[in-house]
């Protein structure tokens, strides 16, 4: 019997009390008192009762907000009770744990914070207990029941269970994580967050209750005072003490159980209809649920207000639910767009299309027409965040093309400006026909092939038709793979389409990182542009255009340039000062930078930012492009004073064009990134990397994701954050296989792991990362290719790091005679290389030519680069510390003074704190105490505050202050130091670390 049955008097009266509680919940209080008039005329005995529970929600905690309609109906002596009566008081003790304050008041219980006064333990925690009144065996085994489906549920954004038992006076309590935040809508407003960030906050939430699903529990009453945000923004789900257990093994019967008592477990704004007629409760009822507060994440309403109802449940349950929500973007006003940081139109195209249809779907009246799963939902909201087609809409093709278009712009852009300009084309051929027929007949040829082009990518997207794909959602890699198969099986009688298709195909693998049926592609579509156009045509240059782009990634610095230099002579003859010259000179300033030509390099970026600037105007989009390659150009070459307001201007352009969540903002932030960390603003480049990754990660876009993940990584590691670095370092490793790279990319990334354990102390999981990676390079693309020696060169700087300078000898030779034979004798690269080589030939006994090595790579570098750049400044280091242990202090105390100013004025931290903890070794022993001990505490601190205090780079200053002490000034101090640092590197990085043997032998000369 459902709990408004007839013939059960009780229960139809607490049924009037519930609908009457409804209608004047959300009313102010002039129009709760005329509703209270209306329903309650003449009948004292039920308006009591509904102020009674109106009372007991005043005083409940919005953080522990009780269902509105969970009250209790026919009682064993079928009488009310005061809600509001106080049942606990402050310092009571229920089993192990003493209440502080009551936070929360429902219809079954309070909620109190509560502290462990038992000793075990400190922790507080949210203590659940049950009202007096309320505790029938019924009631009683359904609270027991609810502190059982907690203690199964196990999920990082679910609060949980930590206790529970039986109080003194036999009722059931249960302790639960304390959660300290807001309503997930209230911390969203408060924070005015865009509608994509309210939506991926949201995705934790949903995430939590599909967990709930697999383990058969239901939890039947989702809304916003359920799904708390902590300040931190941690989403955390609250409250399962409505759940339905549907594991039918467990023999319950919840619904027949409390429905007997006259129980409606439900908020009636966010059940679902079958909750609300009294039907049977599914996954679905959750997904409902969702779909309501998503409808108020992004609108600010929920579906019943947005239709103009007074709510669900004031109507008849039939009549509630016969009404289908209104579209969500028809909901845009003024004041929900300024709590979405946007404008009314932007919000109302926002939510236009897939959001509307997605949360339609999730609030469909019939369950089984809704969202299957709660998982199902969030795939759709992660889809629609990536720009992929949402299964909630159906398919069609130009919906699928439109999608896919949307989702690969940097490669699909091909297709669409085949198209576009084609048709711009046509409109300016048209207006010359009357004075060119030859014009007029090229114009119908390009129009002809526009149409072609177009008509086959549409035969390649109706490929992704259910028919064909049996009803699955083909990802991108299959509808390229099908379409590069068409492309071949049904062009050949086409070549002029076919390397049209061959070129646009290719660029979408390029997009993908799929580069090896990219480069099949783009040298078919090269070589058959070749033979029907010549080798001076514009579409030959467009070919080796992309081919170049390609070989660049790949590494083939050296192919790559010979295909620009190629295009930019063609280009330079048909265009002259074009922007299409532009594009090519600037992509062939990066390979000229690659291959060590830094000059020659910004040079060419100068004129490819000139000529837009011309061509296009300050604000184009393309001449942001060419500022910030000119800048990151700038900053290898240590200009940093003209490359920072370069970052800023390209950065302003992205933003005001795109915005701050477009993948062009992305790339200007990570190139700004790694002029902040040559300045030493390691802590804001992080910062930056982070923020680009997750632009890229949204976008999806692999490549861009990938090299933002790895630098992040990278930074992390250089802040001694080795945990954090590794976590990310692996993910832009498993980002690579899972694009399927050619495995000289993944022996690159395993390198740079490898490198990055290296310098954390973990020899044990580098080397064979730093094994694997070399391997990989060498086989992908032979002994000498550009990538080989900069692995050789990691590999070999982590042996020398453990001391294992006879294997570590050969690497660091044959990857500088590498350098030297690839970049020339003079090469800043391969002078670089040999500061490796003149540390290592010095710790192997050959100290003259070690110097005279450390030497040779600091001039040639202070020829190429000037004095005070960084790689300069850096050999410069090298050749002072090994002056330092060849026993010539006043020779390497003189340069480290010109090197840590260097360092301080470029603001690179890192290298500064090196060179001021070698400049007080050298003080030391030119026995100038005074200014020893102050720049080794200095490096001490630097050190602290960039790596922390555990870390090994850290463990080595104290190693050299405590040394110093121990044998100059306090003993105490000294060995107290050295002590520590052993200690901070055995726990960190073992007890075979270098740097624990050099505390040792330093502690034994103090005794």
């Known amino acids: 019997m459902t709990a408004g049955a007839p013939g059960n008097p009780q229960a139809e009266r607490w049924a009037r009390v519930g609908e009457i509680l409804d209608a004047v919940l959300d009313v102010d209080a002039a129009e709760r008192e005329r509703i209270l008039d209306e329903r309650c005329a003449g009948d004292a005995g039920l308006r009591a009762e509904v102020e009674s529970l109106l009372r007991a929600e005043a005083v409940a905690d919005a953080r522990f907000e009780a269902p509105a309609l969970e009250w209790a109906g026919a009682l064993a002596d079928g009488g009310g ?139 039947r009453d989702l809304k916003p005072s359920n799904i708390l945000v902590t300040a931190a923004g941690e989403v955390k789900l609250l409250d399962f003490g409505i759940a339905k257990v549907l594991d039918a093994s467990a023999g319950r019967a919840d619904a027949a159980t409390m429905t007997q008592f006259g129980f409606r477990m439900l908020t009636p704004e966010y059940a679902a209809p079958e909750q609300l007629r009294g039907e049977a409760v599914t996954t679905a009822t959750d997904v409902y649920a969702l779909g309501v507060l998503l409808y108020e994440l992004l609108t600010g309403l929920r579906p019943t207000a947005a239709r103009g109802q ?20 028809t909901q845009a006003s003024d004041a929900a767009a300024r709590l979405r940081a946007s404008t009314t139109p932007r919000l109302r195209r926002n939510l236009r299309g897939d959001l509307d249809t997605i949360v339609l779907r999730a609030l469909h009246e019939e369950p089984e027409r809704r969202y299957r799963t709660a998982e199902a939902l969030r795939r759709d909201l992660l889809r629609h965040l990536a720009g992929r087609p949402v299964h909630a809409r159906p398919d069609s093709r130009w919906y699928r093309l439109r999608k896919f278009v949307a989702r690969h712009r940097t490669g699909v852009v091909a297709a669409a400006l085949v198209a576009a300009s084609l048709a711009a084309g046509l409109v300016a051929t048209a207006w010359q026909a009357r004075r060119a027929e030859l014009r007029a007949l090229e114009a119908g040829r390009q129009a002809q092939r526009a149409e072609e082009v177009k008509a086959f990518l549409i035969t390649v997207f109706e490929s992704g038709g259910p028919r064909e794909w049996r009803g699955k959602e083909p990802t991108a890699r299959e509808l390229l793979d099908a379409g590069a198969k068409r492309v071949d099986e049904e062009l050949a009688g086409n070549p002029e389409l076919r390397a049209e298709m061959q070129a646009i195909i290719g660029e979408l693998y390029f997009d993908q990182g799929r580069l090896d049926p990219a480069e099949r592609l783009l040298r078919s579509s090269l070589e058959q542009r070749r033979e029907l156009s010549g080798e001076d045509s514009e579409s030959y240059a467009d070919s080796l255009g992309k081919l170049a782009d390609l070989l660049y990634v790949n590494g083939d610095w050296t192919q790559a340039r010979q295909a620009q230099v190629q295009a930019l002579r063609i280009l330079r003859q048909r265009f002259g000062e074009h922007p299409r010259t532009a594009a090519a000179l600037a992509s062939l300033s990066l390979t000229e930078l690659a291959l060590g030509n830094a000059v020659e390099a910004i040079d060419l970026q100068r004129q490819a930012l000139d000529i837009d600037r011309r061509a296009l105007g300050p604000s184009h989009v393309r001449v942001a492009d060419d500022m910030r390659i000119l800048a990151a150009l700038l900053v290898d070459r240590g200009g940093g004073a003209e490359a920072g307001p370069l970052f800023e201007q390209a950065l302003a352009i992205y933003e005001k064009l795109y915005g701050v969540r477009s993948v062009r903002y992305a790339l200007g932030l990570n190139a700004q990134a790694m002029f902040l960390q040559k300045q030493g603003e390691t802590e804001r480049a992080a910062t930056a990397y982070r923020h680009a990754a997750d632009v890229y990660r949204e976008a999806g876009d692999p490549i861009n994701l990938e090299d933002a993940v790895s630098h992040y990584g990278a930074a992390l590691c250089s802040l001694g954050r080795f945990d954090e670095a590794e976590r990310y370092l692996r993910e832009s490793l498993e980002l690579v296989r899972r694009n399927g790279a050619a495995p000289s990319r993944i022996g690159i990334r395993s390198v740079s792991l490898g490198r990055c354990l290296a310098e954390a102390g973990r020899f044990a999981q580098a080397m064979p990362l730093l094994r694997e990676g070399l391997s990989l390079v060498e086989q ?33 030779e044959r990857a500088f005679a590498l350098f030297q034979h690839q970049l020339g004798a003079d090469s800043a690269l391969g002078a670089d290389s040999l500061r490796l080589l003149a540390r290592l030939r010095f710790l192997a006994g050959e100290r003259a030519a070690g110097m005279a090595q450390a030497r040779r790579a600091w001039e040639t570098l202070d020829r190429i680069d000037g004095p005070r750049h960084p790689l300069t400044a850096a050999a410069a280091l090298d050749l002072a510390d090994l002056q330092l242990q060849a026993g010539e202090p006043l020779q390497a105390e003189s340069r480290l003074r010109e090197v840590a100013e260097i360092f301080d004025a470029i603001g690179d931290r890192p290298d500064a704190s090196t060179a001021r903890l070698l400049l007080g070794i050298a003080q030391d022993r030119l026995q100038r105490d005074g200014e020893a001990e102050k720049s080794l505490r200095r490096a001490l601190t630097e050190r602290s505050d960039l790596y922390g205090r555990s870390s090994p780079k850290t463990a080595e200053a104290e190693i050299r202050l405590g040394s110093f002490l121990l044998r100059r000034g306090d003993p105490v101090e000294g060995r107290r130091l050295l002590e520590a640092a052993r200690s901070s590197v055995i726990q960190q990085s073992g007890a075979t670390h270098p740097l624990v043997r050099l505390a040792a032998a330093e502690l034994s000369k103090g005794r």
């Open 310 to 329: 007074r709510g669900a449940a004031a109507e008849a349950p039939n009549e509630a639910s016969a009404r289908a929500p209104t579209r969500p973007s």
């Open 780 to 812: 992908d693309l032979g002994p000498d290719h550009a990538w080989t020696p900069i692995a050789l060169t990691r590999y070999a700087q982590s042996l020398a790091d453990q001391g294992d300078v006879a294997q570590a000898m050969p690497l660091a």
């Open 81 to 219: 009770f005061d809600a509001a009566a106080p049942e606990h008081v402050r310092g009571e003790r229920i089993g192990p744990w003493r209440l502080v304050e009551e936070i929360g008041r429902g219809g079954m219980g309070t909620v109190w914070r509560a502290e462990r006064a038992d000793g075990a333990y400190e922790q507080p925690a949210a203590l659940k207990l049950i009202r007096r009144g309320l505790d029938s065996n019924a009631i009683l085994a359904r609270f027991v029941g609810e502190r059982s489906i907690l203690a199964r549920l196990q999920h990082p954004h679910i609060a949980r269970l930590i206790d529970g038992g039986i109080a003194g006076d036999g009722r059931p309590y249960f302790a639960m994580e304390l959660v300290e935040g807001e309503p997930i809508t209230d911390w969203c407003d408060r924070r005015r967050l865009s509608v994509r960030d309210r939506i991926r906050l949201l995705l934790s939430a949903i995430d939590a209750v599909q967990y709930a699903h697999q383990q058969l529990v239901v939890h």
